[in-house]
């Protein structure tokens, strides 16, 4: 079990870490090609129709005619390739992707992509990608095999090269907007407060707990790169709503620092049941008839067991994180019982934070 403690609500942190500005952002690419160069670890033309109607067009657009022929190779696959476009990524400038299989491969390594082009959502091409693919390992032999990694899966580094540029100009803005990661009116206020502070004028205001829109000051026509580069590294204190994030597969428990307890009083107790199996075999004895046999026969114990030890703690009103997990670790409470005890308060209304089951 691990229990990780949120910093403190009055930590200040850069603005650039929690917000977002317009316009200054990612694009996903995606495109649909092939790996070729496999040792007979690729798609199964028989199986897969459209890695062969793939291959075929290929070949007809190198001037090979192939549309007649009966394909068999396996030495190829059909994949999926994605990548992310960097804001105000230029042209020839490059890009890591990533290459994913559809068929039935069952491995990319050593496999090289063909020039695949990428696509954003609007349907234009912004990259192509193409190089050797980097994939976990797929080692077999007549009666076993060993994977290691994702052997269907792989990357190309600095695989795409940009072809168009996506037409953004920022220093032409007269207003943005700056969006908050964890919205929050409080920190969206304090954000605002700092910017207009350094700014020395009611250039920001607060539009929703998400969002800020942010004015271009007249004397700063032109530079809004400039602009939001001083505005970046500015520093706020942040705010965060009571919670309790809960992971019950791997026992895992946050807990922010604003959670507070009511009065309450907390009793753990552990019931143990032990279930122990103990066979014992059964002879005949010497003078027994021939017709006697051996046999195994079950014994079965179960006893059941109560920790006398646990003591009651009292948590007063307005307690904090701190008291809370001295308390609970005095009663020598495992992962499952402290799920189950932050549960229980809640339930009883005296946990002033919402509980969030993952």
């Known amino acids: 079990m691990a229990l990780l403690i949120c910093l403190p609500a009055a930590a200040s942190v850069r603005i650039k870490d929690i917000v977002h500005f317009e316009g200054v952002r990612d694009n996903m690419l995606v495109g649909y090609g092939l790996v070729v160069g496999l040792n007979g670890t690729g798609d199964n033309l028989i199986n897969n129709a459209f890695t062969e109607q793939s291959l075929k067009a290929f070949l007809e657009r190198l001037g090979v005619n192939a549309s007649a022929s009966q394909l068999k190779t396996k030495n190829l696959a059909a994949v999926t390739v994605t990548a992310q476009l960097p804001a105000f990524a230029r042209n020839g400038s490059t890009l890591d992707v990533s290459v994913s299989t559809i068929g039935d491969a069952k491995s990319l390594q050593?496999?090289?992509?063909?020039?695949?082009?990428?696509?954003?959502?609007?349907?234009?091409?912004?990259?192509?990608?193409?190089?050797?693919?980097?994939s976990g390992t797929l080692a077999a032999?007549?009666?076993?095999?060993?994977?290691?990694?994702?052997?269907?899966?792989g990357s190309i580094a600095n695989g795409g090269i940009v072809e168009r540029e996506i037409d953004f100009k920022l220093n032409a803005m007269t207003q943005m907007n700056i969006s908050l990661k964890n919205p929050d009116f409080t920190t969206a206020q304090r954000v605002t407060t700092t910017i207009n502070t350094k700014l020395g004028k009611d250039y920001a205001k607060v539009l929703d707990p998400a969002t800020i829109q942010l004015r271009i000051p007249d004397s700063r026509t032109g530079k809004v790169a400039t602009l939001i580069g001083e505005i970046e590294s500015l520093s706020v204190e942040t705010d965060q709503v009571a919670k309790v994030v809960i992971d019950e597969a791997s026992g895992t428990i946050v807990m922010g620092e604003n959670?507070?307890?009511?009065?309450?009083?907390?009793?753990?107790?552990?019931?143990?049941?032990k279930v122990e199996e103990a066979p014992q075999v059964s002879q005949p004895g010497?003078?027994?008839?021939?017709?006697?046999?051996?046999?195994?026969?079950?014994?079965?114990?179960?006893?059941?067991?109560?920790?006398?030890?646990k003591k009651t703690i009292v948590m007063t009103k307005g307690a904090t994180l701190s008291d809370l997990v001295k308390g609970l670790n005095s009663l020598g409470v495992?992962?499952?019982?402290?799920?189950?005890?932050?549960?229980?308060?809640?339930t009883a209304g005296a946990l002033q934070a919402d509980i969030q089951t993952r």
């Not at 032999?141 to 899966?153: D, L, N, Q, R």
């Not at 010497?286 to 030890?309: M, R, Y």
């Open 259 to 273: 959670v507070r307890i009511d009065t309450v009083a907390i009793a753990q107790g552990n019931l143990v049941v």
């Open 110 to 134: 050593g496999g090289v992509l063909l020039a695949t082009p990428l696509l954003g959502a609007d349907g234009e091409v912004y990259a192509v990608a193409q190089g050797s693919v980097s």
């Open 141 to 153: 032999g007549g009666g076993a095999s060993i994977t290691k990694g994702v052997p269907t899966a």
């Open 286 to 309: 010497l003078l027994a008839p021939a017709s006697a046999q051996t046999v195994v026969t079950p014994k079965t114990d179960v006893s059941v067991e109560e920790d006398k030890g």
């Open 334 to 346: 495992g992962p499952r019982d402290l799920i189950a005890i932050l549960q229980a308060i809640k």
